[in-house]
C-alpha cells in the first residue's frame, strides 16, 4: 500500500517561512491535498491537488508538488498557523500522511 | 453553507455496536459521497470507508471490513456510520467528511466513542 511521510515537527520563528513536506514515492504524479488540524477541532482542507486554496484560506499558504516530495509552505508564519497539518493522495483509496505539528516560536 | 453535523459523544461497553449520524445541510446531499475517518487518541487520520452518491454503493478499508456499516438516508440528509463488536482499541473521534473528489472538502465535528467497561 501507498505511504506517505511527513516529520513529526516543524518549528518556525514568528513572521518566517515554515516548509511541510510529504515524501511519497513519485507523489508528483498524484493530487496531494493537506489538512489543518488546530487541538480538539476537526481537520481544515487548506490546500487541494497540490497548490489550490480553498475559498478562505490566505495566499501566504501555497503548495507544491514534484518528484517524490509534496511541500506545503507558510509565510509569514502566525501563532494561528500552528496545528497539525496532514497530507492526502488518493491510491486506490485514501491515503494520509502521519501529519506534523506545526510550531510558531 | 455547507454544514455537517455529527451526533454526541457515546460510551458504549465492550462487545456492544454504536451508530454515529451526520446531518448535511447547505448541498445537495444525494449529489456527493461521504467518507467517514477515524483519529484514535493522540495518533493521525485513519480513511474508514465512505458511500458514493447514486446508487449508494460502499467501499471500506481492508482494516474496518466487517468492523463498520456505512448507510445514508437521502431523505434525511444523513450519512451513518456503525460500529460493532466494540473493543477499547475502538475508543477514538470519528469525523464524517464530503467528498471532493480525490479530497475531504467538509468535515464533521467529530463524535467520541468511548468503549469502557
Known amino acids: 500500500s501507498y505511504e506517505l511521510t511527513q516529520s513529526l515537527s516543524v518549528s518556525v520563528a514568528l513572521g518566517q517561512t515554515a516548509r511541510i513536506t510529504c515524501g511519497g514515492n513519485n507523489i508528483g504524479g498524484k493530487n496531494v491535498h493537506w489538512y489543518q488540524q488546530k487541538p480538539g477541532q476537526a481537520p481544515v482542507l487548506v490546500m487541494y491537488r497540490d497548490n489550490n486554496r480553498p475559498s478562505g484560506i490566505p495566499e501566504r499558504i501555497s503548495g507544491s508538488n514534484s518528484g517524490n516530495t509534496a511541500t506545503l509552505t507558510i509565510s509569514r508564519a502566525q501563532v494561528g498557523d500552528e496545528g497539525d497539518y496532514y497530507c492526502?493522495?488518493?491510491?486506490?483509496?485514501?491515503?494520509f500522511g502521519g501529519g506534523t505539528k506545526l510550531t510558531v516560536l | 453553507q455547507v454544514q455537517l453535523v455529527q451526533s454526541g459523544a457515546e460510551v458504549q461497553k465492550p462487545g456492544a455496536s454504536v451508530k454515529v449520524s451526520c446531518k448535511a445541510s447547505?448541498?445537495?446531499?444525494?449529489?456527493?459521497?461521504m467518507h467517514w475517518v477515524r483519529q484514535a487518541p493522540g495518533q493521525g487520520l485513519e480513511w474508514m470507508g465512505w458511500i458514493k452518491s447514486g446508487y449508494s454503493s460502499t467501499e471500506y478499508s481492508q482494516k474496518f471490513q466487517g468492523k463498520v456499516t456505512i448507510t445514508r438516508d437521502t431523505s434525511a440528509s444523513t450519512a451513518y456510520l456503525e460500529l460493532n463488536s466494540l473493543r477499547s482499541e475502538d475508543t477514538a473521534v470519528y469525523y464524517c467528511?464530503?467528498?471532493?473528489?480525490?479530497?475531504?472538502?467538509?468535515w464533521g465535528q467529530g463524535t467520541l466513542v468511548t468503549v469502557s467497561s
Open positions: 447547505g448541498y445537495i446531499f444525494s449529489s456527493y459521497a
Open positions: 467528511a464530503r467528498d471532493g473528489v480525490t479530497t475531504f472538502d467538509f
Open positions: 492526502q493522495v488518493w491510491d486506490s483509496s485514501p491515503v
